[in-house]
């Protein structure tokens, strides 16, 4: 306890902020023994975690990429329409993850793992596709919307690691996110094709778009892992893409205890026991140290 006293002093005042309330600090000890007691932990994550490595979140104006918010790019049709505008929106994502580095939210769940991997199963299940989770350290992940660091074949169906910057020769230097930067048209046969012998079909980001299904052994694992655990963590996630979203409302109704950590309310909110208000990157070291 006073381990936990000295780190809310620490931290609850940093760079004049305060990041915990009185109640929240109560609140907060109170969650840490659910969590000290628990077997098995599923933490759930959405963009706002790697918001503090300077990922943009989705939703809101920060999100758009040019003239268009990410989710109408993030589509089969905008790909099957204009495979070069969807190519050079995911090439500048993946040279941004890339530079990007994990901040104290990804790193406090890594240690959190690596600590109690003899007395806990810790399973991240997360919706980013920017691999920070893992460069952070984090072990047992489940990567519900793909990589930005996969692709797979449109013809054979291959999924294959690609860390290429560029990821092709005519994606050099394109991808620019302002307003006013036109398209560049680039011809599909110059987009990344398929180097598996026979095949050379164009390749298209890894990454689960909407109206796609997720991949059944991906939602096996996350389902084991919510379904068995006694403690959520709901990390920087707006809750509002299905099926993820319907993960940690379940694991509260069948009794896990879920805290939720966001700076600002949810529609999923009043479902959770907990709900720690902040950027993740000040309250999960708290919550997890
Ligand atoms: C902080 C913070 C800080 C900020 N600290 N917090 C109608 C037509 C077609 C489909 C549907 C439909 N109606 C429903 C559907 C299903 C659809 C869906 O849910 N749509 C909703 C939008 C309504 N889902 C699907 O299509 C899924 N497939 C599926 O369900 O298959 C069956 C099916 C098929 C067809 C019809 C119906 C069912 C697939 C979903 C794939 C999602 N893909 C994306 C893009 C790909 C990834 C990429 O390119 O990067 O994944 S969409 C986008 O949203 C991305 C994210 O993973 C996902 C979730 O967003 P997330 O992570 O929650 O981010 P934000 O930006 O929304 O929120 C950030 C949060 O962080 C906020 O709360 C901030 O407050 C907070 N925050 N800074 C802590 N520092
Ligand atoms: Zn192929």
Known sequence: ?????SLLRNNSISKGQRWLSTRDTSNMAKFRESLKAAKGVAILSGAGISAESGIPTFRGPEGYWRKWPPTLLASPRAF????????????????????????????????????HAKSKVVTVITQNVDALHTRAGTKNIVELHGN?????????????????SPICEALRDRGAPDQDFKGSDIPIKDLPHCKKPDCGGLLRPFIVWFGEMLELSVMERADAAMTTCDVVLVVGTSSLVTPASLFAPMASLRGAVVA???????PATPDFSYYFEGPSGKTLPIALA
């Open 148 to 164: 930005l660091f996969k692709t797979k074949c449109t013809k054979c169906g291959d999924v294959a690691i690609n860390i290429d």
């Open 260 to 266: 939720e950590f966001n700076i600002a309310k949810t």
């Open 80 to 115: 099957r329409d204009d495979p070069s505008l969807v190519w050079e929106f995911y090439h500048y994502r993946r040279e941004l993850a890339r530079k990007a580095k994990p901040n104290p939210g990804h790193k406090a769940i890594a240690h959190f793992e690596a600590r």
């Open 1 to 5: 306890m006073f381990r936990l006293a």
